[in-house]
């Protein structure tokens, strides 16, 4: 199994406040990804990176921002926590040789409740 | 572009026999297939390459017809560990990126 953790597992927090989830790897996986996952939409992308200092926005990137200064570590900020980002937040990582390049790994997940 | 996936939702009894479907408005070269049971994270299953190649995993085989721009699941004699939700994913773009279907419920029952 790729070894892919995230931090805090659970984080409940108010609207308004700013929120870092983190996702850290061990693989030296050159990809990784933000999801975030809602019933009836499935996994949606929310940015991701190609490198160190490389992001680029996905298809819901509205009111969040990510950084990526070393290869195993991948941050996600929420600027002003909405309750419409009340979400399971997924990181996932992907790009090792011998693999197709696009076969992603997914964190345990994390549960954000804004109220 | 969202792949869709049908059915939605599944029930079999152990057993059992069932066939999820993913398709695709765009040309396919490769699709990838996800299984995520409830309150976990979704685990790569297996990637359909262009060419039609067949591929399993378990009792778990895949088929994909890039004519079609399809790609179907069978899972043959069900058991109850394959209980979870099924989702497809396509490479979106640049081929670092996966775009993924809503999901099809699979529910296991005794």
């Known amino acids: 199994d790729a070894g892919i953790t995230q931090s805090p597992r659970h984080k409940v927090t108010e609207t308004g406040t700013p929120v870092t989830l983190r996702c850290h790897q061990t693989?030296?996986?050159?990809?990784m990804y933000w999801y975030r996952q809602d019933p009836g939409h499935g996994l949606r992308l929310i940015h991701y990176?190609?490198?160190?200092?490389?992001?680029d926005k996905g298809e819901v990137s509205d009111g969040y921002s990510v950084s990526r200064s070393k290869t195993e570590d991948f941050l996600l900020t929420l600027e002003s926590a909405t309750s419409s980002q009340t979400s399971v937040y997924f990181c996932?990582?992907?790009?090792?040789?011998?693999?197709?390049?696009?076969?992603?790994?997914f964190g345990p997940g994390t549960r954000l409740l804004v109220l | 572009q969202q792949p869709v996936q049908s059915p939605q939702a599944v029930i079999l009894r152990e057993g059992e026999d069932a066939v999820i479907n993913c398709s695709s408005s765009?040309?396919?070269?490769?699709v990838h297939w996800y299984r995520q049971k409830h309150g976990e994270a979704p685990v790569f299953l297996m990637i359909?390459?262009?060419?039609?190649e067949q591929k399993g995993h378990e009792k778990i085989s895949a088929s994909f017809n890039e004519k079609k721009q399809q790609s179907s699941l069978y899972l043959t004699a069900s058991q109850l560990s394959y209980s979870g939700t099924y989702f497809c994913g396509i490479p979106q773009g640049g081929s670092e990126k996966l775009v993924f279907g809503k999901g099809t419920k699979l529910t296991v029952n005794p």
């Open positions: 996932a990582i992907s790009g090792t040789s011998g693999e197709a390049q696009e076969t992603q790994y």
């Open positions: 990176s190609y490198g160190v200092k490389d992001t």
């Open positions: 359909l390459l262009k060419g039609g």
């Open positions: 693989e030296n996986h050159r990809y």
């Open positions: 765009k040309a396919l070269y490769s």
